[in-house]
């Protein structure tokens, strides 16, 4: 693994038998997004204002059904 090599992770509340989206935070600039399910498939990447609002509003409700 390199430097720029991304550091998956699940989140603890992914107890649902792998039907998740993994996030690595070890890259500079960028926040890679994938299909826990399809690792080696691709990565959708957010910069991280964007993804930091993207949780903040997860967090706060706002696309609770």
Known sequence: MTA???RWFKSSYSS???DCVEVAANIPGVVPVRDSKDPHG???A???PAWSS???AVKGGE???
């Open 4 to 6: 720029d090599s991304p």
């Open 54 to 56: 993207f949780v903040s």
């Open 42 to 44: 691709p990565a959708l």
């Open 46 to 48: 957010f910069d991280p």
């Open 16 to 18: 649902n038998g792998g």
């Open 63 to 65: 696309f609770s059904a």
